[in-house]
T-cell receptor, first 110, second 117 residues
Framework: DAKTTQPPSMDCAEGRAANLPCNHS???????VYWYRQIHSQGPQYIIH???NNETNEMASLIITEDRKSSTLILPHATLRDTAVYYC???????????FGQGTRLTINP | GAVVSQHPSWVICKSGTSVKIECRSL??????MFWYRQFPKQSLMLMAT?????????EQGVEKDKFLINHASLTLSTLTVTSAHPEDSSFYIC?????????????FGEGSRLTVL
């Protein structure tokens, strides 16, 4: 699986868009980009995933650069409940296991 | 989304005792379940991959005789921490994958916090 790098922490004001970057410069052609988040003392929660096109769902948007070497997760209107550690993982869809990096600790401030 | 339940959510035990944690997929069948361990302020560390009806595959550095994994049915996997010691105190999380999908269809339990005195 390709290695991803994320900033260790970020802050965002409540109500603003939170943009979380992720670098995956060694990603291969069949690897997707997945985002999960973990709220304190809970199990991770799936957010979104994509291959090369931008994706949007009810939780977030995922913007993947054309060369696929980086991506940005966008929470359009962050709330206090979005405070969590966000993990970006690049992974082939048929692979057996999911390996987590250190993630970004996002703090939403009132 | 699909529901994965862990039990107990927290447990305190004495050093030297064994503790069993259950992971159930409540509304789907899971051929593969994963066990993770997480220490405070650290990321999830994969311990083992559990396939229904076969032996678990352990990650490097994880003692298979200490962390016994059983995946006897398509809806239940158990992790038993044998002869637990204070250094085994951690947050244990399981996840399960549906028959259909890859990691995008991976669902996580709520976690089980183990404290060994």
């Amino acid at each position: 699986d390709a290695k991803t790098t994320q900033p260790p922490s970020m802050d965002c004001a409540e109500g603003r868009a939170a943009n979380l970057p992720c670098n995956h410069s060694t990603i291969s052609g069949n690897e997707y980009v997945y985002w999960y988040r973990q709220i304190h003392s809970q199990g991770p929660q799936y957010i979104i995933h994509g291959l090369k096109n931008n994706e949007t769902n009810e939780m977030a948007s995922l913007i993947i650069t054309e060369d696929r070497k980086s991506s940005t997760l966008i929470l359009p209107h962050a709330t206090l409940r979005d405070t969590a550690v966000y993990y970006c993982i690049s992974h082939s869809q048929g692979a057996q296991k999911l390996v987590f990096g250190q993630g970004t600790r996002l703090t939403i401030n009132p | 989304g699909a529901v994965v339940s862990q039990h107990p959510s927290w447990v305190i035990c004495k050093s030297g005792t064994s503790v069993k944690i259950e992971c159930r997929s409540l509304d789907f069948q899971a051929t593969t379940m994963f066990w993770y361990r997480q220490f405070p302020k650290q990321s999830l560390m994969l311990m083992a991959t559990s396939n229904e009806g076969s032996k678990a595959t352990y990650e490097q550095g994880v003692e298979k005789d200490k962390f016994l994994i059983n995946h006897a049915s398509l809806t239940l996997s158990t992790l038993t921490v044998t002869s637990a010691h204070p250094e085994d105190s951690s947050f244990y999380i399981c996840s399960a994958r549906t028959l259909a999908g890859g990691p995008g269809e991976l669902f996580f339990g709520e976690g089980s916090r183990l404290t060994v005195l």
